[in-house]
């Protein structure tokens, strides 16, 4: 149960770090309104705050959430981009999250 509580805060906090960085993006490039900054601003201080939550050392949960993370992004490329990822995306992410499970699972 711990394990899956702490995947699904990863995930949680892979969306705010996304839209933190996303609205910006729209804005910058898809010429989004102004009002979208401050709701990514608002959306990377809940992603630091989410980090915070967790009981593990802080460099080992930042490194295990990267494995989380990109899995994430690349289901935002495809369900919100509508771009669907490559051979290439999905074997990254492979080792992304073996990665992860090493970090997680290797030891003290």
Known sequence: MFLLKTFGLFVVT??????????PYLWLKKNGSFWLLP???????????????HPAAAGR???AYGGVYATVALCWLWSVEGLTPSGWDIAG????????????????
């Not at 892979?14 to 609205?23: K, M, P, R, S, T």
């Not at 992410?93 to 003290?108: E, F, H, P």
């Open 93 to 108: 992410v492979a080792v992304t999250l073996m990665g992860m499970g090493i970090i997680v699972w290797g030891g003290s």
């Open 39 to 53: 709701v990514a601003a608002l959306s990377l201080a809940l992603f630091s705050y989410l980090l915070t939550l």
């Open 14 to 23: 892979a969306v705010a770090e996304i839209v933190g960085c996303y609205l």
């Open 61 to 63: 949960v930042y490194a």
